[in-house]
């Protein structure tokens, strides 16, 4: 991860990451940290116990000085090969042929034609860090160190990057208490979601019932005017009923 991340952003800071414009993808700079990985004989047994900064200078070696990339392929299947592109028509047009592992006989990158851009760009990294090793190996033996970074030599960081970092450095710890707990932000999430959903069915029981208490009135009303005549207290009905009797 750390050799296709460091060769990525090398890629990204020269412009040469985008497949649109002829550039290599990450998918396929992954793949082909892959086979260098798989192509290395003290990398299939113990690859925790790797120098890493070792293995980025193998990887611009390997494919920006030894690699040929008009008639060799890279495969990812079954252990890992390079093969020949005579073998598959389909490939051979490619500059650039890396075999899909998803799909077999598959070319990934047949968008890079830029490629021999890029091999250069690796190149250049090479003789590079090859230099800078060599020299800091000089250096101290003489007893002088280096005040850069043998990675600086090719990647560079921005200072608006530096100076963020310095004050995320400084300010988190005192931002961190004033921000809520994850476990406390889950609990208010699940007590509002609660709340709209009792809210939706309060909402959704009004708009089944349009008249509210109309029926109760409707049943007062009948009770009051029901047709049998009603009667005084001294036993007597009333006078509209005994005139309407009549």
Avoid at 32 to 54: A, D, F, I, W
Avoid at 179 to 204: A, C, G, M, W
Wanted: proline share 3%; charged share 20%; with cysteine.
């Amino acid at each position: 991860a750390v050799v296709s991340t460091q060769s990525g952003h090398y890629g990204r800071e020269r412009h040469l990451n985008e497949v649109f414009m002829g550039g290599l993808g990450s998918y396929c700079l992954t793949l082909m940290v892959v086979s260098l990985l798989q192509n290395t004989p003290r990398c299939t047994k113990r690859l925790e116990h790797q120098n890493l900064g070792v293995l980025l200078i193998e990887f611009f070696e390997l494919f920006g000085v030894r690699f040929n990339y008009a008639s060799t392929g890279i495969r990812i299947c079954n252990g890992g090969s390079f093969f020949n592109k005579d073998e598959c028509s389909e490939m051979k047009t490619s500059i650039l042929c890396i075999e899909d592992p998803c799909q077999p006989g598959h070319d990934i990158a047949r968008g890079s034609y830029c490629i021999y851009v890029v091999k250069e760009a690796f190149k250049k990294a090479y003789y590079w860090l090859k230099r800078v090793v060599l020299s800091n190996a000089i250096q101290c033996n003489q007893g002088y160190l280096m005040t850069d970074s043998i990675l600086g030599t090719i990647i560079k960081v921005d200072t608006s990057i530096v100076e963020y970092r310095n004050w995320i450095a400084k300010n988190w710890h005192q931002l961190s208490y004033k921000l809520p707990h994850p476990e406390d932000f889950v609990l208010n999430y699940l007590q509002q979601s609660r709340l709209k959903i009792n809210n939706k069915k309060t909402q959704n029981s009004q708009q089944t019932d349009p008249w509210p208490g109309k029926n109760s009135e409707l049943s007062d009303t009948s009770t009051d005017c029901s047709p049998v005549a009603s009667s005084n207290d001294d036993g007597t009905t009333d006078e509209s009923s005994s005139d309407g009797s009549v």
